[in-house]
């Protein structure tokens, strides 16, 4: 069987609040994204988070897309690039490097095909794929909560930190932050008495995409971020 899948991203302003997103159907489709970032970028995070939503199924892949960037830099230039040490003929760093560098991980054994579609000219798929990512770039804008999605049937949740952008130049969507951590208790300048009689307040910083994360779980628990995190200790 094939799939068949859209993929598309928007940012608003290009580079500013930038929202990513693939669509199969409506019971099965992802979206995210970043406080910051470019529309390549976010064209280019709308395809990797498909393969992975898709590593677990035996399935031809069609991916749906409307960036000529995103077609050309998987099916014709990325395997020069990589033969370079992922530069360009000119020498030159290639631009979003650490998302092109997990999309050919994850390329590896898969079956796939990409078909190029016009944009916004009522392509059913891309229609739907684009007004979601639209809505994440539209709700970082706003500070309004991400609408992620269900993701795919049977997908494997990502590790905390699987989708943060090491080492990236300023322009892409990166965070310093560090990645969220289960630290011991000494860490935190606590009395030698943990015993519990006592509420310490501790402050983790996360990246715009840890923190849809961690929002996600929250609400396939059913309880808010912190109880969330609390659960972990």
Same mark, same amino acid.
């Given at each position: ?27 099965? %489709?992802?979206? *995210?994204?970043?406080? @910051?970032?470019? &529309?390549?970028? !976010?064209?280019?995070? $709308? ?68 078909? %190029?579609?016009? *944009?916004?000219?009522? @392509?059913?798929? &891309?229609?739907? !794929?684009?007004?979601? $990512? ?100």
């Amino acid at each position: 069987m094939t799939i068949t899948a859209s993929a598309d991203g928007s940012a608003l302003g290009n580079p500013g609040p930038a929202g990513w997103a693939w669509y199969v159907d409506d019971e099965r %489709w992802g979206a *995210g994204g970043w406080k @910051h970032a470019t &529309n390549n970028q !976010a064209e280019l995070k $709308a395809v990797l988070e498909l393969f992975r939503a898709t590593a677990h199924v035996d399935d031809d892949l069609l991916v749906l897309c409307d960036s000529q960037y995103v077609i050309n830099a998987v099916t014709k230039w990325m395997r020069g690039w990589k033969a370079k040490g992922w530069r360009k003929s000119d020498g030159k760093p290639v631009l979003n490097i650490d998302l092109l560098k997990e999309l050919d991980e994850v390329l590896v054994g898969r079956r796939y095909k990409f078909e %190029w579609v016009k *944009g916004h000219i009522g @392509h059913e798929l &891309n229609e739907a !794929a684009d007004t979601r $990512a639209r809505a994440v770039a539209e709700a970082f804008q706003r500070g309004r909560e991400i609408p992620s999605g269900p993701g795919f049937p049977g997908a494997v949740t990502p590790s905390p930190d699987s989708d943060a952008v090491a080492n990236a130049p300023a322009n892409e969507p990166s965070d310093s932050s560090p990645a969220p951590q289960i630290l011991e208790p000494s860490l935190f300048d606590l009395d030698d008495d943990i015993s519990g009689t006592e509420w310490h307040t501790i402050t983790l910083s996360l990246s715009a995409a840890e923190n849809i994360r961690l929002q996600e779980r929250a609400r396939q628990k059913g309880v808010s971020a912190e109880d969330f995190l609390r659960a972990l200790i």
